[in-house]
């Protein structure tokens, strides 16, 4: 099925050829990292984890947010996800793929990786993230590829790949509770140092990957006769209202817990992240942005009839996955870091190679997501025939 991939008009084919460029720019920018080191990133003693591992955090989310197409659908009987389930499993293909290269670039060798399953150590919270994250790429694999199959053929799936769909479902939810302990666990660390830090990070996935979802969908009405269906669209809508108005309670929960203790390693990166401390505040006009953009779209969603209308359910959705961008991709982690243990703020910003591996990778995985789109929607045009 995926010679499906290899038809397309003009317009795909430019689409596809700028997405290999910009892999072709962020492969070099990457050979800087091998002949030089991590010393050409903005990375430093202070700040050990920069743009790289935030976008890991982030896109975990974005990953784990399939299973809020894949319970309703299967567990639920809800039929108007038929159409929708199999982008949702394609897009945690893509964003899973996304994740392990950014483990890779920001371990600084490949082989480090190898060494980390050649010699395994179970103590450690990397190890294990590693591999859920590897165990949920092969499930929705395989789930979606036999799932894609079947429609082409015109058969229901094979009974067989029923306890895979299932196992794929709380696993989901494993992803990003294992990906969260790496921050939990750190004592040193006053702002990852909470409970609800997995459960704010659920929150906000389930918020942020249905909106790009929903983004996607009515992106594939306009240049595509794919059609998700309107109350398709509408439920994903609801459930990135919730999501997102869940993930504002845990924050208010964490800024109350901070302030009314009046603890100052609770209360510093808060003050760092929205007025600064010690005179620096880099990151306090991202985290203004980051909560404005949160408090918008949630006026937008959650009135129901300022919903259902398509282009301010397209601005909402926009604005939340931007928000949650700002918030997960790098205020929670870059923030994190300061002050350090001596209560001095070093800065942090991303290096010229950085970004541009930054930005291959990204590419890399909007090539994935179109490969797999193009053949999922040429399977179902034929199947409707």
Request: hydrophobic share 55%.
């Amino acid at each position: 099925m995926i010679e499906k991939a290899l038809i397309g008009s003009r317009r795909y084919w430019t689409w596809v050829i700028a997405l290999l460029i910009l892999i072709a720019i962020g492969a070099y920018a990457y050979s800087q990292h091998l002949i030089h080191g991590l010393v050409v990133t903005g990375m430093s003693r202070d700040v050990s984890w920069g743009v790289y591992i935030a976008q890991l955090t982030f896109l975990v989310g974005v990953a784990a947010s399939a299973v809020m197409l894949v319970l309703p659908y299967y567990l639920h009987n809800y039929k108007k996800f038929g159409k929708i389930v199999i982008l949702g499993e394609f897009l945690a293909i893509a964003a899973v793929a996304m994740c392990m290269l950014f483990v890779v670039v920001d371990m600084g060798k490949p082989m480090r990786v190898i060494n980390m399953f050649l010699y395994p150590t179970p103590n450690s919270i990397l190890f294990w993230d590693a591999t859920v994250l590897t165990v949920y790429l092969g499930l929705n694999l395989l789930c979606g590829w036999v799932a894609l199959q079947a429609e082409a053929k015109q058969v229901p799936p094979p009974k067989w790949i029923k306890p895979f769909i299932y196992l794929s479902i709380p696993w989901a939810v494993s992803i990003h509770t294992v990906t969260a302990f790496l921050y939990a666990g750190i004592p040193g660390r006053h702002f990852w140092l909470t409970a609800i830090l997995a459960p704010r990070f659920l929150a906000s996935a389930f918020a942020a990957g249905p909106a790009l979802l929903i983004l996607l969908c009515l992106l594939l009405r306009k240049i595509s006769d794919f059609d998700a269906g309107d109350e398709a669209i509408q439920k994903l809508g609801t459930i990135v209202t919730y999501a997102a108005l869940v993930n504002f309670f845990f924050v208010g929960m964490e800024l109350f817990t901070a302030f009314y203790s009046n603890i100052p390693g609770h209360m510093h990166t808060f003050e760092y992240l929205f007025v600064g401390l010690h005179g620096k505040n880099a990151l306090a006009p991202m985290a203004w942005i980051s909560m404005l953009l949160g408090l918008f779209a949630i006026v937008l969603l959650i009135f129901p009839n300022l919903r259902r209308n398509t282009n301010i359910l397209a601005i909402a959705c926009i604005s939340i996955f931007a928000s949650l961008w700002i918030d997960k991709g790098i205020s929670l982690v870059i923030g994190g870091f300061v002050p350090n243990p001596f209560e001095r703020v070093t800065e942090y910003t991303p290096g010229f190679y950085e970004v541009l591996v930054t930005i291959g990778i990204y590419a890399l995985g909007a090539l994935i997501l179109t490969v797999l789109y193009k053949t999922a929607i040429e399977v179902k045009k034929e199947a409707a025939k």
